[in-house]
Every structure is written in C-alpha cells, then in structure tokens.
C-alpha cells in the first residue's frame, strides 16, 4: 500500500547514505528498471496537497537483481551455497 512521506522524512533517509552516491529512482515492479531522477517540482497532488514531484530524467538499465529482491520486487532466488563432499581413496 503506497505511503506517503515529506520531504523532511526523505531528507532524513537520505542523510543515512554516502553523500557522494548517485541516486536513481527505482521503476515498476513487474518490468524493473534505474531511471535518472530530473527537475524537481512542487504542485499540488489528486487530493489537493503540497506535493514535491521528481521528474524522470530517463531510463539507465535493468535494475539490479540485488537491488530488486532488497525492495522486495523479485524473489531471491539465489542458489544456496553447497559444501563440496570429499571423496576417500579405497584400498583395492
């Protein structure tokens, strides 16, 4: 169910990465993909509030496998590790 946050709660997420870092948006969760975010705007949303709108500033690529199973948009279906068996020599 969507959620709404405020521009101080994102602010306050951000703070908790690398400053240096890029940021991309993260796009539809059947077909995923990176976009680039673009020109920021403030108008008002459906319900006639303050709403702050992130442009989308074009298509990178897929998004990450990684990227996509932590946002919970694809299963992790990554194989679990296996111990390798030893083998014993025996005596003929």
């Known amino acids: ?3 709404d946050i405020t521009v101080r709660e994102l602010v306050q997420r ?3 990465y690398d400053a240096d ?3 991309r948006l993260a796009v539809n969760p ?3 993909f990176a976009h680039y975010p673009a020109t920021l705007t403030e108008g008002l949303d459906d319900d006639g509030q303050r ?3 992130i442009g989308d ?3 990178q690529s897929y998004l990450p496998r990684p990227v996509a199973v932590a946002l919970r ?3 992790d279906t ?4 296996r111990q390798r068996r030893t083998v014993r020599a025996t005596a003929r």
Not at 78 to 81: E, G, K, L, M, R
């Open 51 to 53: 709403a702050v709108f």
């Open 73 to 75: 948009w694809t299963a």
């Open 1 to 3: 169910m969507p959620q």
């Open 21 to 23: 870092a890029v940021v």
């Open 30 to 32: 059947d077909f995923p």
């Open 78 to 81: 990554t194989a679990p590790q």
């Open 57 to 59: 500033g074009g298509q």
């Open 14 to 16: 951000l703070q908790t």
